[in-house]
C-alpha cells in the first residue's frame, strides 16, 4: 500500500520553528514529486512547496520564500519542512502529498497530485 505520513506539527509561539516530515512506505520518495500544502480554517488548500522527483528542485510560494526549507533525506524515504520564523498565518493543516514522474518533475497544483497523508495541524499562537 502506497502511503505518506506527516508528523511534526504542534503549537508554537510566533516566530518560532517546527520541522515537519513526511515519511513514504510502500515506495521510494527520490522518484516521486512531493509537495506541501496547507488549508487554514475556511481557506482553500494553497501550496507551500514542492521538491522535484531525482534531482530536487525546489519551489516555495512567496509567503514562506526565506522561512521555510523543503527536503529529502533518500535514505531515510522523507521529505522535511523545516518552517522558521513562524507567523500566525502559517496556522493550518499541513499536508504532503506525492506523484510519481520522470526526474526533475515538479507539480504545482493540488489535482496533480495521486496520493495525499492524513496532515498534521500547525499552530501558530501570537
Known amino acids: 500500500q502506497l502511503q505518506l505520513v506527516e508528523s511534526g506539527g504542534g503549537l508554537v509561539q510566533s516566530g518560532g520553528s517546527l520541522r515537519l516530515s513526511c515519511a513514504a512506505s510502500?515506495?521510494?520518495?527520490?522518484?516521486?514529486?512531493i509537495g506541501w500544502f496547507r488549508q487554514a480554517s475556511g481557506r482553500e488548500r494553497e501550496v507551500v512547496s514542492c521538491?522535484?522527483?531525482?534531482?530536487?528542485?525546489?519551489l516555495y510560494a512567496d509567503s514562506v520564500k526565506g522561512r521555510f526549507t523543503i527536503s529529502r533525506d533518500d535514505a531515510k524515504n522523507t521529505v522535511y519542512l523545516q518552517m522558521n520564523s513562524l507567523e500566525r498565518e502559517d496556522t493550518a493543516v499541513y499536508y504532503c502529498?506525492?506523484?510519481?514522474?520522470?526526474?526533475?518533475?515538479?507539480?504545482?497544483?493540488?489535482?496533480?497530485?495521486?496520493?495525499w497523508g492524513q496532515g498534521t495541524q500547525v499552530t501558530v499562537s501570537s
Open positions: 510502500g515506495f521510494t520518495l527520490d522518484a516521486w514529486a
Open positions: 521538491i522535484s522527483s531525482g534531482d530536487s528542485t525546489t
Open positions: 502529498a506525492g506523484a510519481p514522474g520522470p526526474r526533475g518533475l515538479l507539480l504545482r497544483s493540488a489535482p496533480e497530485y495521486d496520493i
